[in-house]
Protein backbone atom coordinates (compact mmCIF):
# COMPACT_ATOMS: atom_id res chain seq x y z
CA UNK A 1 0.00 0.00 0.00
CA UNK A 2 2.85 2.21 1.09
CA UNK A 3 4.13 1.76 -2.57
CA UNK A 4 1.20 2.35 -4.55
CA UNK A 5 0.59 5.43 -2.27
CA UNK A 6 4.20 6.63 -3.46
CA UNK A 7 3.63 5.68 -6.78
CA UNK A 8 -0.14 8.38 -6.59
CA UNK A 9 2.16 10.79 -5.39
CA UNK A 10 4.87 10.91 -8.30
CA UNK A 11 1.95 10.62 -10.91
CA UNK A 12 -0.46 12.91 -9.18
CA UNK A 13 2.42 15.85 -9.04
CA UNK A 14 3.98 14.91 -12.82
CA UNK A 15 0.54 15.23 -13.93
CA UNK A 16 0.34 18.53 -12.01
CA UNK A 17 3.70 19.53 -14.00
CA UNK A 18 2.32 18.58 -17.06
CA UNK A 19 -0.69 20.86 -16.71
CA UNK A 20 1.41 24.08 -15.70
CA UNK A 21 0.29 24.46 -12.71
CA UNK A 22 3.32 23.28 -10.39
CA UNK A 23 6.01 24.27 -12.74
CA UNK A 24 9.18 25.04 -12.03
CA UNK A 25 8.86 28.53 -13.06
CA UNK A 26 5.88 28.91 -10.81
CA UNK A 27 7.85 27.21 -7.57
CA UNK A 28 10.53 29.22 -8.27
CA UNK A 29 8.22 32.57 -7.60
CA UNK A 30 9.62 34.76 -4.53
CA UNK A 31 8.31 34.39 -1.17
CA UNK A 32 6.98 38.07 -1.31
CA UNK A 33 5.43 38.23 -4.42
CA UNK A 34 3.36 35.11 -3.10
CA UNK A 35 2.37 36.76 0.18
CA UNK A 36 0.18 39.09 -1.38
CA UNK A 37 -3.70 40.25 -1.77
CA UNK A 38 -4.03 37.23 -4.05
CA UNK A 39 -2.98 34.35 -1.47
CA UNK A 40 -6.86 35.50 -0.22
CA UNK A 41 -7.42 32.11 -2.55
CA UNK A 42 -5.97 30.40 0.19
CA UNK A 43 -8.52 32.59 2.81
CA UNK A 44 -11.33 30.75 1.66
CA UNK A 45 -10.24 27.45 3.20
CA UNK A 46 -11.68 26.27 5.96
CA UNK A 47 -8.74 27.03 8.72
CA UNK A 48 -10.62 28.11 11.93
CA UNK A 49 -11.72 24.36 12.71
CA UNK A 50 -8.89 22.12 14.45
CA UNK A 51 -9.36 18.53 14.51
CA UNK A 52 -9.11 17.76 18.46
CA UNK A 53 -6.75 15.29 19.43
CA UNK A 54 -7.60 13.68 22.56
CA UNK A 55 -4.25 11.73 24.47
CA UNK A 56 -6.83 8.58 26.42
CA UNK A 57 -6.51 5.53 28.46
CA UNK A 58 -5.70 2.29 26.92
CA UNK A 59 -9.00 1.11 28.15
CA UNK A 60 -10.94 3.74 26.60
CA UNK A 61 -12.27 5.59 29.22
CA UNK A 62 -12.05 9.35 29.80
CA UNK A 63 -9.43 11.20 28.02
CA UNK A 64 -6.60 12.49 30.37
CA UNK A 65 -5.77 15.26 28.25
CA UNK A 66 -7.89 17.02 25.05
CA UNK A 67 -6.61 20.03 23.29
CA UNK A 68 -7.77 21.93 20.70
CA UNK A 69 -5.08 23.69 18.34
CA UNK A 70 -4.34 25.13 15.05
CA UNK A 71 -2.29 23.99 13.28
CA UNK A 72 1.22 25.60 13.61
CA UNK A 73 4.07 25.35 11.12
CA UNK A 74 7.89 25.48 13.44
CA UNK A 75 10.98 26.28 11.39
CA UNK A 76 13.66 25.25 13.55
CA UNK A 77 16.58 27.59 13.96
CA UNK A 78 20.49 25.28 13.47
CA UNK A 79 20.35 24.29 17.47
CA UNK A 80 16.81 22.61 17.21
CA UNK A 81 17.84 21.56 13.92
CA UNK A 82 20.38 19.50 15.02
CA UNK A 83 18.55 17.93 17.98
CA UNK A 84 16.17 16.93 14.87
CA UNK A 85 18.30 15.73 12.89
CA UNK A 86 19.51 13.40 15.76
CA UNK A 87 16.32 12.17 16.70
CA UNK A 88 14.99 11.38 12.71
CA UNK A 89 16.57 9.13 10.06
CA UNK A 90 18.15 10.56 7.55
CA UNK A 91 15.43 10.73 4.59
CA UNK A 92 13.20 12.14 7.20
CA UNK A 93 14.97 15.12 8.41
CA UNK A 94 15.56 15.45 4.20
CA UNK A 95 11.79 15.32 3.70
CA UNK A 96 11.36 17.78 6.43
CA UNK A 97 13.94 20.50 4.85
CA UNK A 98 12.81 22.82 2.08
CA UNK A 99 15.16 25.74 0.89
CA UNK A 100 17.63 24.84 3.71
CA UNK A 101 15.19 25.11 6.59
CA UNK A 102 13.92 22.25 8.69
CA UNK A 103 9.92 22.69 9.16
CA UNK A 104 7.54 20.94 10.88
CA UNK A 105 4.11 21.30 10.90
CA UNK A 106 3.03 20.89 14.79
CA UNK A 107 -0.36 18.58 14.46
CA UNK A 108 -2.77 18.84 17.37
CA UNK A 109 -2.07 15.35 18.82
CA UNK A 110 1.62 16.49 19.49
CA UNK A 111 0.70 19.34 20.63
CA UNK A 112 -1.73 17.75 23.36
CA UNK A 113 1.07 15.48 24.36
CA UNK A 114 3.55 18.42 24.87
CA UNK A 115 0.80 20.36 26.93
CA UNK A 116 0.36 17.13 29.05
CA UNK A 117 3.81 16.65 29.82
CA UNK A 118 4.64 20.59 30.62
CA UNK A 119 1.13 20.54 32.98
CA UNK A 120 1.94 17.72 34.73
CA UNK A 121 6.05 18.48 35.57
CA UNK A 122 5.01 21.57 36.97
CA UNK A 123 2.79 19.61 38.90
CA UNK A 124 5.42 17.89 40.87
CA UNK A 125 5.11 14.81 42.50
CA UNK A 126 1.88 15.29 43.05
CA UNK A 127 0.49 13.64 39.76
CA UNK A 128 1.98 10.39 38.25
CA UNK A 129 4.17 10.42 35.21
CA UNK A 130 2.96 10.50 32.25
CA UNK A 131 3.44 7.09 30.50
CA UNK A 132 2.37 7.65 26.62
CA UNK A 133 2.82 5.76 23.63
CA UNK A 134 2.22 7.31 20.29
CA UNK A 135 0.26 4.99 17.81
CA UNK A 136 -1.26 5.31 14.08
CA UNK A 137 -3.57 4.51 11.86
CA UNK A 138 -1.78 4.41 9.18
CA UNK A 139 2.24 5.11 7.72
CA UNK A 140 3.44 7.96 7.73
CA UNK A 141 1.50 9.95 9.40
CA UNK A 142 3.73 11.31 11.60
CA UNK A 143 4.53 9.47 14.92
CA UNK A 144 8.39 9.90 14.92
CA UNK A 145 8.55 13.29 13.65
CA UNK A 146 5.85 14.05 16.56
CA UNK A 147 8.11 12.16 19.19
CA UNK A 148 10.91 14.06 17.54
CA UNK A 149 9.25 17.19 18.16
CA UNK A 150 7.64 16.55 21.93
CA UNK A 151 11.40 16.16 22.83
CA UNK A 152 12.59 19.21 21.09
CA UNK A 153 10.36 21.34 22.96
CA UNK A 154 10.95 19.31 26.03
CA UNK A 155 14.50 20.26 26.07
CA UNK A 156 13.51 23.81 25.14
CA UNK A 157 11.88 24.23 28.36
CA UNK A 158 15.02 22.65 30.51
CA UNK A 159 14.51 19.21 30.66
CA UNK A 160 16.88 16.16 30.07
CA UNK A 161 15.79 14.26 27.16
CA UNK A 162 17.22 10.49 27.02
CA UNK A 163 16.12 9.29 23.08
CA UNK A 164 16.29 6.37 21.22
CA UNK A 165 15.66 7.46 17.41
CA UNK A 166 15.10 3.61 16.42
CA UNK A 167 14.84 0.82 18.89
CA UNK A 168 14.75 -1.65 16.11
CA UNK A 169 18.33 -0.94 14.92
CA UNK A 170 19.67 -2.01 18.17
CA UNK A 171 18.00 -5.59 17.84
CA UNK A 172 17.32 -5.93 13.82
CA UNK A 173 20.60 -6.64 12.47
CA UNK A 174 23.94 -8.49 13.93
CA UNK A 175 25.54 -5.81 16.64
CA UNK A 176 29.17 -5.21 18.54
CA UNK A 177 29.37 -6.81 21.15
CA UNK A 178 31.07 -8.61 24.25
CA UNK A 179 30.30 -10.11 27.25
CA UNK A 180 29.54 -8.17 30.42
CA UNK A 181 31.78 -8.32 33.21
CA UNK A 182 29.18 -7.48 35.35
CA UNK A 183 26.73 -10.66 34.50
CA UNK A 184 28.11 -13.07 32.01
CA UNK A 185 24.55 -14.49 30.45
CA UNK A 186 24.22 -10.93 29.63
CA UNK A 187 25.91 -9.39 26.44
CA UNK A 188 26.94 -5.96 26.36
CA UNK A 189 26.39 -4.06 22.56
CA UNK A 190 29.69 -1.64 23.07
CA UNK A 191 28.75 0.26 19.66
CA UNK A 192 25.83 1.08 19.80
CA UNK A 193 26.53 2.19 23.56
CA UNK A 194 28.82 4.82 22.74
CA UNK A 195 26.80 6.10 19.67
CA UNK A 196 23.81 6.77 22.17
CA UNK A 197 26.36 8.47 24.47
CA UNK A 198 27.43 10.48 21.98
CA UNK A 199 23.76 11.74 20.66
CA UNK A 200 23.12 12.41 24.04
CA UNK A 201 25.75 14.32 25.10
CA UNK A 202 25.17 16.28 22.20
CA UNK A 203 21.62 16.71 22.28
CA UNK A 204 21.42 18.03 26.16
CA UNK A 205 23.99 20.02 25.32
CA UNK A 206 25.81 21.83 28.55
CA UNK A 207 22.73 20.80 31.23
CA UNK A 208 24.80 17.91 31.63
CA UNK A 209 27.80 19.69 32.85
CA UNK A 210 25.55 21.18 35.40
CA UNK A 211 24.12 17.88 37.02
CA UNK A 212 26.31 16.23 39.61
CA UNK A 213 26.98 12.20 39.48
CA UNK A 214 25.16 11.46 43.12
CA UNK A 215 28.63 9.36 44.31
CA UNK A 216 31.21 7.13 43.04
CA UNK A 217 30.87 4.10 40.81
CA UNK A 218 33.55 1.03 41.12
CA UNK A 219 34.58 0.29 37.28
CA UNK A 220 36.00 -2.61 36.58
CA UNK A 221 38.45 -1.59 34.22
CA UNK A 222 42.28 -0.42 34.19
CA UNK A 223 41.19 2.61 32.53
CA UNK A 224 41.35 5.95 34.56
CA UNK A 225 38.00 6.86 36.13
CA UNK A 226 38.91 9.61 38.32
CA UNK A 227 36.88 12.95 38.28
CA UNK A 228 33.54 11.64 36.84
CA UNK A 229 31.60 13.88 38.72
CA UNK A 230 28.96 15.25 36.31
CA UNK A 231 26.76 13.49 33.55
CA UNK A 232 28.76 14.91 31.21
CA UNK A 233 32.15 13.98 32.20
CA UNK A 234 30.37 10.55 32.73
CA UNK A 235 29.02 10.25 29.26
CA UNK A 236 32.22 11.42 28.40
CA UNK A 237 33.97 8.42 29.77
CA UNK A 238 32.20 5.50 28.17
CA UNK A 239 32.47 6.93 24.28
CA UNK A 240 36.01 7.04 24.54
CA UNK A 241 36.49 4.22 26.78
CA UNK A 242 37.09 2.63 23.40
CA UNK A 243 39.16 4.67 20.50
CA UNK A 244 39.18 4.11 16.72
CA UNK A 245 41.49 1.42 16.85
CA UNK A 246 39.71 -0.71 19.16
CA UNK A 247 42.26 0.10 22.05
CA UNK A 248 40.73 0.42 25.57
CA UNK A 249 37.71 -1.01 27.32
CA UNK A 250 34.66 -2.69 24.90
CA UNK A 251 32.51 -2.76 28.15
CA UNK A 252 32.54 0.26 29.55
CA UNK A 253 30.19 1.94 27.18
CA UNK A 254 27.44 0.21 27.99
CA UNK A 255 27.61 -0.01 31.93
CA UNK A 256 28.26 4.07 31.86
CA UNK A 257 24.44 4.17 29.86
CA UNK A 258 23.21 2.13 32.99
CA UNK A 259 24.52 4.34 34.93
CA UNK A 260 23.68 7.14 33.15
CA UNK A 261 19.78 6.32 33.44
CA UNK A 262 20.43 5.44 36.97
CA UNK A 263 21.32 8.98 37.62
CA UNK A 264 17.93 10.38 35.99
CA UNK A 265 15.84 8.39 38.10
CA UNK A 266 17.16 10.19 41.37
CA UNK A 267 15.02 12.31 43.28
CA UNK A 268 16.89 15.34 43.77
CA UNK A 269 18.33 15.08 40.39
CA UNK A 270 16.42 18.77 40.31
CA UNK A 271 15.07 18.79 36.44
CA UNK A 272 12.75 17.21 34.50
CA UNK A 273 13.60 13.69 32.20
CA UNK A 274 12.12 12.72 29.08
CA UNK A 275 12.73 9.26 28.48
CA UNK A 276 11.59 9.00 24.42
CA UNK A 277 12.03 5.60 22.44
CA UNK A 278 11.07 5.42 18.57
CA UNK A 279 10.09 1.93 17.09
CA UNK A 280 9.84 0.76 20.73
CA UNK A 281 7.33 -2.03 19.55
CA UNK A 282 10.84 -3.89 18.11
CA UNK A 283 11.55 -4.49 21.68
CA UNK A 284 8.46 -6.42 22.66
CA UNK A 285 9.28 -9.67 21.39
CA UNK A 286 10.74 -11.74 23.48
CA UNK A 287 13.78 -12.72 21.52
CA UNK A 288 15.40 -11.17 18.86
CA UNK A 289 15.86 -13.98 15.32
CA UNK A 290 18.57 -11.17 13.65
CA UNK A 291 20.26 -10.54 16.80
CA UNK A 292 22.68 -13.44 17.31
CA UNK A 293 25.56 -13.73 19.90
CA UNK A 294 29.19 -15.45 19.48
CA UNK A 295 27.77 -19.05 18.85
CA UNK A 296 24.75 -18.02 16.74
CA UNK A 297 22.28 -18.35 18.88
CA UNK A 298 19.25 -15.90 19.11
CA UNK A 299 19.56 -13.22 21.65
CA UNK A 300 16.50 -13.02 23.91
CA UNK A 301 15.68 -9.66 25.95
CA UNK A 302 17.36 -10.62 28.76
CA UNK A 303 20.59 -11.06 27.62
CA UNK A 304 20.95 -7.48 25.87
CA UNK A 305 21.83 -5.28 28.46
CA UNK A 306 21.73 -1.63 26.19
CA UNK A 307 17.51 -2.56 25.83
CA UNK A 308 17.66 -3.82 29.62
CA UNK A 309 18.99 -0.58 30.79
CA UNK A 310 16.03 1.55 28.98
CA UNK A 311 13.26 -1.18 29.79
CA UNK A 312 14.06 -0.97 33.62
CA UNK A 313 12.69 2.56 33.21
CA UNK A 314 9.56 2.39 30.08
CA UNK A 315 8.67 -0.92 31.96
CA UNK A 316 8.33 0.24 35.42
CA UNK A 317 4.51 -0.03 35.35
CA UNK A 318 3.83 -0.41 39.42
CA UNK A 319 6.91 2.32 40.43
CA UNK A 320 7.76 5.72 39.43
CA UNK A 321 10.22 5.59 36.75
CA UNK A 322 11.87 9.36 37.18
CA UNK A 323 11.67 11.69 39.68
CA UNK A 324 9.88 13.85 37.45
CA UNK A 325 9.15 13.81 33.67
CA UNK A 326 7.51 11.16 31.57
CA UNK A 327 8.04 8.22 29.14
CA UNK A 328 6.70 8.21 25.60
CA UNK A 329 7.06 6.15 22.99
CA UNK A 330 5.86 5.28 19.31
CA UNK A 331 4.91 1.99 18.00
CA UNK A 332 5.73 2.01 14.11
CA UNK A 333 5.41 -0.35 11.40
CA UNK A 334 9.33 -1.16 10.69
CA UNK A 335 8.62 -2.21 14.08
CA UNK A 336 6.47 -5.60 13.80
CA UNK A 337 2.91 -5.56 14.39
CA UNK A 338 1.43 -4.04 16.87
CA UNK A 339 -1.40 -5.71 19.44
CA UNK A 340 -3.04 -3.52 21.39
CA UNK A 341 -2.06 -5.02 24.24
CA UNK A 342 1.52 -4.59 23.53
CA UNK A 343 0.71 -0.67 24.75
CA UNK A 344 -1.54 -1.61 27.44
CA UNK A 345 0.57 0.27 29.66
CA UNK A 346 0.36 2.97 28.21
CA UNK A 347 -1.92 6.10 27.64
CA UNK A 348 -2.52 6.39 23.82
CA UNK A 349 -2.23 9.43 21.83
CA UNK A 350 -3.52 8.64 18.36
CA UNK A 351 -2.14 10.14 14.89
CA UNK A 352 -4.45 9.70 11.95
CA UNK A 353 -4.01 11.01 8.79
CA UNK A 354 -4.27 14.90 8.30
CA UNK A 355 -6.89 16.70 8.84
CA UNK A 356 -8.78 19.16 6.33
CA UNK A 357 -7.42 21.90 8.59
CA UNK A 358 -4.02 20.81 8.95
CA UNK A 359 -3.75 19.67 4.95
CA UNK A 360 -4.90 23.55 4.02
CA UNK A 361 -2.23 24.98 6.67
CA UNK A 362 0.62 23.00 4.78
CA UNK A 363 -0.49 24.13 1.13
CA UNK A 364 -0.79 28.19 2.70
CA UNK A 365 2.44 27.70 4.07
CA UNK A 366 4.19 26.54 0.76
CA UNK A 367 2.13 28.79 -1.57
CA UNK A 368 3.78 31.95 0.98
CA UNK A 369 6.84 30.48 1.01
CA UNK A 370 6.93 30.41 -2.75
CA UNK A 371 6.82 26.65 -3.46
CA UNK A 372 3.16 26.44 -4.66
CA UNK A 373 1.22 29.00 -7.06
CA UNK A 374 -1.43 30.69 -5.26
CA UNK A 375 -4.24 30.36 -7.63
CA UNK A 376 -4.98 26.51 -7.49
CA UNK A 377 -8.47 25.68 -8.56
CA UNK A 378 -10.98 23.97 -6.49
CA UNK A 379 -9.88 20.53 -8.02
CA UNK A 380 -5.61 21.03 -8.37
CA UNK A 381 -6.55 21.91 -4.33
CA UNK A 382 -8.32 18.77 -3.56
CA UNK A 383 -5.49 16.39 -5.13
CA UNK A 384 -3.18 17.52 -3.30
CA UNK A 385 -5.22 17.27 -0.21
CA UNK A 386 -5.25 13.73 -1.32
CA UNK A 387 -1.89 13.60 -1.25
CA UNK A 388 -1.08 15.30 1.73
CA UNK A 389 -3.37 13.54 3.77
CA UNK A 390 -2.31 10.46 2.67
CA UNK A 391 1.27 10.86 3.77
CA UNK A 392 2.80 14.39 3.68
CA UNK A 393 6.26 13.60 3.97
CA UNK A 394 6.11 11.53 0.48
CA UNK A 395 4.30 14.92 -1.08
CA UNK A 396 7.38 16.84 0.65
CA UNK A 397 10.11 14.62 -0.89
CA UNK A 398 8.74 15.03 -4.53
CA UNK A 399 7.63 18.76 -3.85
CA UNK A 400 11.26 19.13 -3.20
CA UNK A 401 12.62 17.41 -6.05
CA UNK A 402 9.74 19.63 -8.90
Not at 21 to 36: K, L, N, Y
Not at 91 to 96: D, G, K, S, V, W
Not at 123 to 133: F, L, M, S
Not at 171 to 197: F, V
Request: overall charge negative; hydrophobic content about 40%.
Amino acid sequence: AHSNMSSAVRCGLRAAVASGWVSGARCCTSARSMATDSVGNWSALAMDQAAESPISTSDDSTPTSTITALPKITAFNATETEFMQLALSKATAEQLTTAGTMEVLERSTTQAVVATLLSSAAAGAAEDIPRIALVGDSKGVGKSVGLASIAQQCKANGWVVAYVPNASTWCDGLQSIETSKRDETRLDQYAASARWLTQFVTQNGSTLANIKVSGSYEWDTPLNSSGLDTLQSLAQFGITALDSNGEGDPTIACDVVGVVLKELRREDLGVPVLVAVDVYNAWLRESFPKFKDFDSVVVTRERASLIRHFLKITEAVDSRPIAAGAVVVAASDNGGTVAPQDMSSFATSMYTRFSDTEVHALLRHFATRGYLPHDLTKQQRSVLQLIISSNPRQFRKHLSSL
